[in-house]
C-alpha cells in the first residue's frame, strides 16, 4: 500500500495537468478562431469560400481542359477532398510556423507548457477543416454516394493526417524562433507538395518510378487512402492506394515516416522550449 499510494498520486497529478492543458488548448483555439473572422462581413462562410474557389478553377482546368473527369464519374469529389486535405494541411502548417512569435507576450508572462501554442494553432485549423467537409458532405450527398463499413476507417486515417501535420508544424514552428528565412522556404517548398503530390491528377499519370517515391510522403498516402474509402464504387485501379505500390507492407512506410517526423519535432521542440521566450 506504501508504494500504490504515490503511484496514484502521481498518475492523478498528470491527469490534473493534461486536463489543464487541454483546458488551455480549448480556450485559445477558440478565441483564435473567433478573432479569425472578427471583422469579416461573412465570418465563417470565408472557410468553405476558399476552397471551394480552389476547386472550381482547378475543375474547370484540369477537369474540362485536360478531360481528368473522364478518368471516373466522380472525379469532381477525389478532387475536392485533395484540396480541402491539402488545405487543412498548408493552413495548419502555416499558422503554427508563426504561432510561437505571435504569442511572445504570453510565452513572456505565463508559465505553461509551451506547447499548447503549436496545439491551440492546429486545433483552430482543424475547425476550418471540419467546416470544409461539409462541402465535401453535400457532394457525396449530390453524386449520391451511399457509405460502407470501410468509412469506418476515416477517423483513424483523419487521426494519422494530423499527427503528421502536428509534426511539420511544431518543427516549423520551432525552427522560426530561430530562423525567420523558414517562413520563406516553407512558402516554397508548400507550394512544391501541392504539384507533387496527386492532389489535381490520379497518381496513374505518375511515372511508374515515381509512384512509390509520391505514396511514401504521408500527406500523398492518407489522401489516397481517403479518397479510396469514400470513393469505393470507382473502377478498380482508379484510385492508386500505398500498397497498390509498395507492396502489402506498403502503408506501414508512411506510417513509419509519420511517427519519425513527430518524434523529431518532439525532441527540436523538447532542446528549445527553455529559451523559446527569449529568442523571440
Known amino acids: ?20 492543458q487541454a483546458r488551455y488548448v480549448r480556450v485559445i483555439a477558440k478565441t483564435e478562431f473567433k478573432l479569425k473572422y472578427a471583422d469579416s462581413a461573412l465570418g465563417y462562410v470565408w472557410s468553405l469560400i476558399k476552397p471551394l474557389v480552389y476547386f472550381a478553377v482547378l475543375l474547370a482546368v484540369f477537369g474540362s481542359f485536360f478531360k481528368l473527369n473522364t478518368v471516373f464519374a466522380d472525379y469532381p469529389i477525389y478532387l475536392l477532398i485533395g484540396i480541402v ?44 477543416f471540419l467546416i470544409n467537409l461539409s462541402a465535401v458532405a453535400g457532394f457525396i450527398a449530390w453524386y449520391r454516394i451511399v457509405p460502407n463499413v470501410g468509412w469506418l476507417l476515416l477517423p483513424i486515417l483523419l487521426l494519422e493526417f494530423y499527427v503528421f501535420t502536428f509534426g511539420i508544424a ?26 507533387v503530390t496527386p492532389i489535381i491528377y490520379p497518381v496513374s499519370y505518375l511515372p511508374a518510378d515515381a509512384r512509390p517515391i509520391a505514396l511514401l510522403n504521408p500527406l500523398a498516402q492518407v489522401i489516397q487512402d481517403v479518397r479510396r474509402v469514400i470513393l469505393h464504387r470507382a473502377p478498380e485501379g482508379t484510385i492508386v492506394t500505398a500498397p497498390d505500390v509498395l507492396g502489402q507492407w506498403g502503408r506501414v512506410y508512411p506510417i513509419a515516416i509519420t511517427l519519425l517526423v513527430l518524434g523529431v519535432a518532439w525532441l527540436l521542440y523538447k532542446r528549445e522550449e527553455p529559451w523559446l521566450a527569449e529568442r523571440i
Not at 520551432?174 to 508548400?190: I, N
Open 170 to 195: 511544431l518543427i516549423l514552428a520551432t525552427l522560426f524562433v530561430r530562423f525567420r528565412d523558414v517562413g520563406q522556404v516553407w512558402e516554397l517548398v508548400a507550394l512544391l507538395l501541392f504539384y
Open 85 to 128: 486535405m491539402y488545405t487543412f494541411f498548408a493552413d495548419a502548417a502555416g499558422m503554427t510556423m508563426l504561432s510561437f512569435v505571435v504569442r511572445a507576450s504570453l510565452l513572456a508572462k505565463l508559465a505553461f507548457p509551451r506547447v499548447v501554442i503549436p496545439l491551440s494553432a492546429t486545433t483552430v485549423a482543424t475547425l476550418t
Open 1 to 20: 500500500m506504501a508504494t500504490v499510494a504515490p503511484l496514484l498520486t502521481r498518475r492523478l497529478s498528470r491527469l490534473q495537468s493534461l486536463a489543464l
